[in-house]
């Protein structure tokens, strides 16, 4: 039941409503009698017409997947000694180690072979790439897939190993190597800012792949690479999406025992995901925001995938599940200041969740009852079961990482209310809040695989820089998907109308713009992620924060929204959560 039962009016259309946010206001006072008469005013709430989930309960929990049990694993460990027995072999040649680790990181495996990766890339930086002495005169392609291997891991690689190249390449007799523009183009995003050669290196490599990728062969390898890497560069892809594609992409190609277990791997994983899924979709069932809260979207399955793009590894379940809840609690609350709240009640939730109080929910109206005592009873259990698994009590943490989330909320609620445009800076400083990745990655912090409370501290230290670009990201990429719509039902202006605003921009040079900072801000992530490489304990976080960016580019591809239009995302889910891979046939 409402609040005001009599006086809601629901706008199935698209429609900005501008007044009636008192809930009441004297209609009129008589100084005779002093009397003041109240009238409820109707509440006009703006509706967004989200399309129904595709994912329901009872499908998700009838799927099941045959890859579990100890055969499958008893063959990935056979497999994995087999492979561990193919590094040896190529260790005398630099090109063939490197190119073994790439394949090993594309087919998404690399998290079985850490220690003997580290161990080669090691013995690769130190043989190779240590001085200038050492790649002086070194071959091209060499070069640039050991840059970017190297420098994904944080050794000091400087630009300068690119001084020279495009010089030689113009004056190359007779054909150009496309595989090596291919990875000098796919080193040249590991750029930090003002690394003037590697700016070089994308626009000369970027326009010769563009030149000359139909020359290819369509049905060669190559020419899936190559128009692959122009579409987005390797380094912005997201790992597990990656793998799906280059496994089926060199299925009959690639060593046969490495395609096994990848293969193999891939859908064992894939199995475990359907468990967290399962999971995922009771705890929504049971929160049943989907039928109290049906104005917001409901998005459990969606939600879950954004989880896997931040961390596949199966070790990563907890957390999946946890950040699943996060996100799930992410997308109601966020409908609810943006499209559904009145201002009244916005300030209302915002007051209740600083407070962290469960009196006071009374305030509320009853909707928000639902919604306030769902996401408090959701965080404090979070908080709860951390407290008895590991001793830490979080529940500080991620009070403020909400508090400040729901702020950032009002701050674009009011905005709206008022008409207000701010500048695109004064936008993004509230904006890489309100997108919630600072929340969701604080989570993540008591979700990796530290174990003392002094990594957890360390890390929210030196990584506060690689939350702000990742969160920065996905604000970026959001806007570019979702701004049209958003508009067009009413919202707070978007990074796109303010840049538009304050610079008379039309809206494509906007959104050019947006995609320029889009790079930038890349940039100042490398770097950030550079410089807390040596710091072991912090890479699964760092990882979790990068892919977040990385997530947000994949779920916005090409200006589409695929969290808010399931039928955008629907293929991804199948090819990623549900449908395994053909294993080869021997
Ligand atoms: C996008 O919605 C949304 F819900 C997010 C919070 C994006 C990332 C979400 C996860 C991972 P919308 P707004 C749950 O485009 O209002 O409405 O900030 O976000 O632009
Ligand atoms: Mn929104
Ligand atoms: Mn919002
Ligand atoms: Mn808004
Ligand atoms: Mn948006």
């Known amino acids: 039941m409402c609040f005001f039962p009599c006086s809601i009016i629901h706008h199935k259309n698209h429609v900005n409503a501008t007044k009636g946010f008192n809930d009441f206001k004297p209609l009129s006072s008589s100084k005779s009698t002093s009397m003041v008469v109240y009238a409820a005013e109707p509440i006009v709430r703006r509706s967004a017409n989200y399309e129904p989930s595709l994912w329901s309960f009872d499908h998700i929990q009838s799927l099941s997947s045959k890859y579990t049990g100890e055969d499958y694993k008893a063959r990935v460990y056979s497999l994995k000694k087999a492979v561990k027995m193919m590094i040896p072999k190529v260790v005398p040649n630099p090109l063939n180690c490197l190119e073994l680790v790439d394949n090993l990181q594309r087919l998404g495996v690399s998290y079985h072979f850490e220690e003997e990766i580290n161990h080669v890339l090691d013995m690769i930086y130190g043989n190779y790439f240590e001085t200038r002495e050492q790649w002086n005169g070194m071959d091209m392609n060499l070069k640039a897939l050991g840059f970017r291997l190297l420098r994904k891991r944080g050794y000091h690689v400087p630009q300068e190993i690119f001084g020279d190249v495009k010089h030689k390449i113009e004056n190359v007799q007779g054909d150009i190597d496309v595989v090596g523009m291919l990875n000098l183009y796919e080193a040249s995003y590991l750029s930090f800012e003002n690394e003037i050669i590697l700016d070089g290196v994308r626009d000369f490599t970027a326009k010769f792949l563009k030149e000359n990728v139909d020359k290819i062969d369509r049905k060669s390898h190559l020419w899936s690479l190559v128009s692959h890497a122009l579409e987005l560069p390797l380094h912005w892809r997201v790992p597990r999406v990656e793998a799906k594609w280059f496994i089926e992409t060199y299925k009959e190609t690639i060593n046969p025992t490495l395609m096994d277990l990848a293969i193999l791997d891939f859908n064992m994983v894939q199995a475990i995901y359907l468990q967290d899924l399962k999971y995922s979709s009771r705890w929504w069932r049971n929160t049943c925001w989907d039928k109290k809260l049906s104005f917001c979207r409901d998005r459990l399955v969606e939600n879950f995938l954004w989880t896997v793009g931040v961390n596949y590894l199966p070790k990563f379940s907890l957390g999946r599940k946890t950040l699943t809840k996060v996100n799930a609690i992410i997308t109601t ?41 769902g996401f408090h009873n959701t965080i404090n259990e979070i908080a709860y079961d951390n407290l008895t698994n590991t001793g830490l009590h979080i529940l500080p943490y991620l009070k403020n990482a909400w508090t400040d989330l729901c702020k950032s909320y009002l701050v674009e609620a009011k905005w709206y209310q008022s008409g207000h445009t701010p500048t695109l800076q ?32 360390q890390c929210m230290e030196r990584t ?26 009413g919202d707070n202006p978007k990074s796109i109308q303010c840049y538009m605003n304050e610079s008379g921009a039309t809206e494509d040079e906007a959104r050019s713009y947006i995609q320029s ?9 490398n770097k950030e992620v550079a410089s807390v490489a040596p710091y072991q304990h912090l890479q699964e976080f760092v990882d979790c924060a990068t892919n977040l960016g990385r997530m947000a580019q994949f779920m916005y591809d090409e200006g589409d929204d695929g969290h808010g239009r399931p039928t955008i995302s629907k293929s991804r889910i199948l090819s990623l959560l549900l449908n395994p891979i053909q294993e080869l046939q021997n």
């Open 517 to 525: 900072l889009i790079i930038k801000t890349w940039k100042k992530l």
């Open 333 to 373: 609350i966020d409908d609810v200041y943006d499209v559904y709240g009145t201002l009244n009640e916005l300030q209302k939730f915002t007051d209740v969740t600083i407070r962290w109080n469960i009196n006071e929910i009374e305030e509320l109206p009853d909707y928000m009852k639902i919604c306030f005592l």
């Open 464 to 489: 506060d820089n690689i939350v702000r670009y990742s969160s920065l990201l996905l604000r970026l990429a959001d806007d570019l998907g979702t701004s049209s719509d958003e508009i067009a039902r």
């Open 426 to 457: 004064e936008y993004l400083d509230n904006g890489y809040i309100s997108i919630s990745a600072p929340a969701i990655l604080m989570h993540c912090n008591f979700l990796t695989s530290m174990t003392s409370t002094q990594e957890i501290l």
